[in-house]
C-alpha cells in the first residue's frame, strides 16, 4: 500500500509525468490486448456422455450389406461393452467402458451411438469409433461427441462449406479438390460430404415421353408424383390430432413394385379416365447411375462439405484456414468460372452474429454505467475517467485465460475464448469501474468541499480507500477461484468466464490504482500548483 501512494505521489507531482504515464498504460494495454486476443469459438462442446459415429458405405449397398456393417462394428465393441469394470480385462482396455452401444441402418449409412459407463471418459469413445471401422472395405467413417448445445445430431462445432452451381459433376469435381485439401487446411478435422461425392449410386430413371404424355394430359410433374405414390408414398395433406401433425401419404400397393421389372407394368390413371402402364408415359431405363442425393440452396444445385475441426482449433482460426488454404487456391486457378461459388457456413454464421451482438451489449454497458455516473458525479469528466479502467480489466481478462491455458497445458485444459467466456467482459464493464469510483468520489467530494487542493484530494482517496479496495478484491478473487480450480463435470462450461473475471478484476485493480490517481491529477489540478506530500508513508506501514 504504501509503494502504491509514493508511486502516486511522485506521477501527481507533474503534469507530464501523470500524461506520460497514462498514455504508457494505455499503449500497454493495447498492445497486450493485440498480443493475447485468441481466436474465438462459438459454445463449449461439454461433456455429453454419447458419442456418434456415421459409416457411409461405397455405393449400392443395400439395407441387409448396412445391417451387415453394424453387424461387423458390433461385433468389435463386444470387448469393451461385455467386460465388468474394474477387473484386469477392463483395466487392459485402450478406452473406457461401454454402458450401451447401438446401431441404425437407414438409407444409405448406419449410425452408431455409444455410452461410456464412466460419464466423464466418454469423449475416450471418439477414438475407438474411428480404429473399429478404420478398415471397413470402402466405408467412410467419422465420429463425434455430442455436443450439449448442438440441434440434432451433428450439427455442433462445424463449418460449412457451401459449393453451389450449375452442373452437378462439375460440383462433385469440387467437393473431392475441397476433400484432398483439408487434411492439410484443418488437420485432425473430421469431414462429411453432403451428400456423398459420387455418381455412382445405382438408380433407374424414368423419361417422359412427350407426345405420348401430351395426348394423354399428363404432365412430367404429375407423372412423378404417381411414380412417387406407388413406389414410395407420396405425400398428400396434413392431418392433425389434437396438437400432433400427421403426414397423409397415398402409398400404392407393394406387390405391384417388389421387382425393379416392374415399374414398366406399374397402372396410370390418366386425367380422361384411361388405364395405361407406365411404359406408354414414360422411358424407364435400368442400370443407370446417379447421385444420391440433389440438394439446392437458393435454387442451385449444391453440395456441403461439413468440418468438424479439431477440440483445440478454434472456430474462427478454422474458417480463416479454410479460407486461405482451399477457398483462395480454387479461385486462384479460375475452378469457380462458370457460375460457380464457394462459401463457408455453419456455425461460424451463428459465431459472427453472436460476436457483433456482444460487442453492442459490451458498448451499451459501458454508455449505461458512463450516463449513470455522469448523472451521480454532475460531470462528463469524471465518468470518463472511470471508464478509461474498463479496458486495463479486459486485458486482465484475457492475461486470466492465457494464464488457465499455460497451466493447464500438462492436464489436457484448452479453454478457448467462446460465447460464454466473452460474457466475463460483458459482467467485467459493471465490476472493475467499482475500485475507480471509490477514488474518484472521495477525491471529488474533498475539493468541492474545499478540504483539500486538488493533488491532496487525490493522495488522501487513493490512502483512505486502498485497503478496503484490496480487501474487496481479494475476497472476489478468493471467491472465483474454485470456478477456476476445481476440475469436474461441466467445468468446462463455467471455466474460462471465471478465468475471464479473476484475471480482470486482480489485474485491473492494481493498475487503476496508478491509472485512475494520475488521469484524475490531469483533469483536477492546476498547472502550477506544487505538490506537497500530506501525509508520510510511514501511516501506511
Partial sequence: MALVYRVDRWLLGSRWRSAAASLLIVAAAAAATWLLLPKVEYLPEGNRN??????????????????????????????????????????QLDAPVLADCFFVARGRSVFIGLRALDPLAAGRLVPL?????????????????ASLFENGIGSGRTVDIQITGPELATLVQLGMQVMARLPEATPGSQNLPKPSL?????????????EQSADMRIDARQLGYIVDCLVDGGYATDYFLDSDRIDL?????????????????????????????????????????????????????????????????????????????????????????????????????????????????????????????AALFD?????????????????????????????????GIFQPLDVLTMLGFVILVGTVVNNPILIVE????????????????????????????????????????????????????????????????FFSTFITLVLVPALLGLCLRRPAEPVQAAWNADDFD
Wanted: aromatic fraction near 6%.
Fill in 50 to 91: 454419447l458419442v456418434f459415429g456415421i459409416l457411409l458405405p461405397p455405393p449400392g449397398y443395400n439395407i441387409d450389406e448396412l445391417l451387415r456393417l453394424g453387424d461387423i462394428v458390433e461385433q468389435r465393441l463386444i470387448p469393451s461393452w461385455d467386460v465388468d469394470p474394474g477387473t484386469p480385462a477392463a483395466e
Fill in 198 to 210: 459420387d455418381l455412382s449410386s445405382p438408380e433407374v430413371q424414368l423419361v417422359p415421353r412427350l
Fill in 129 to 145: 469409433v474411428r480404429r473399429i471401422a478404420a478398415d471397413l472395405p470402402g466405408t467412410f467413417a467419422i465420429a463425434k461427441q
Fill in 442 to 505: 472521495r477525491a471529488v467530494q474533498l475539493v468541492r468541499e474545499g478540504r483539500a487542493d486538488p493533488t491532496e484530494a487525490i493522495l488522501e482517496a487513493v490512502r483512505s480507500r486502498v485497503r478496503p479496495i484490496f480487501m474487496t478484491t481479494f475476497t472476489t478473487v478468493l471467491g472465483l477461484l474454485p470456478l477456476v480450480l476445481f476440475l469436474g463435470a461441466g467445468s468446462e462450461l463455467y471455466r474460462g468466464l471465471g478465468a475471464v473475471l479473476l484475471g480482470g478484476m
Fill in 249 to 373: 401419404v397415398i402409398k400404392g400397393d407393394d406387390r405391384f413394385v417388389r421387382r425393379t421389372q416392374d415399374l414398366r407394368s406399374l397402372p396410370v390413371v390418366t386425367p380422361g379416365g384411361q388405364l395405361v402402364p407406365l411404359e406408354a408415359v414414360a422411358e424407364v431405363r435400368e442400370f443407370s447411375s446417379g447421385p444420391e442425393q440433389i440438394l439446392h440452396r437458393e435454387r442451385e444445385r449444391a453440395i456441403t462439405v461439413q468440418v468438424s475441426p479439431p477440440p483445440r482449433m478454434p472456430l474462427e482460426e478454422a474458417q480463416e484456414r479454410i479460407e486461405r488454404l482451399v477457398v483462395a487456391p480454387r479461385k486462384a486457378a479460375g475452378a469457380l468460372a462458370g457460375g460457380y461459388r464457394i462459401t463457408l457456413g455453419g456455425t461460424t454464421d451463428k459465431l459472427i452474429a453472436t460476436w457483433k451482438s456482444l460487442w453492442f451489449n459490451l458498448v451499451l454497458a459501458a454508455v449505461i454505467t458512463s450516463l449513470l455516473m
Fill in 379 to 411: 460531470s462528463w469528466v469524471y465518468p470518463a475517467v472511470v471508464i478509461a479502467s474498463v479496458p486495463l480489466g479486459s486485458v486482465g481478462g484475457l492475461l486470466g485465460v492465457w494464464v488457465l491455458n499455460l497451466a493447464g497445458g500438462p492436464l
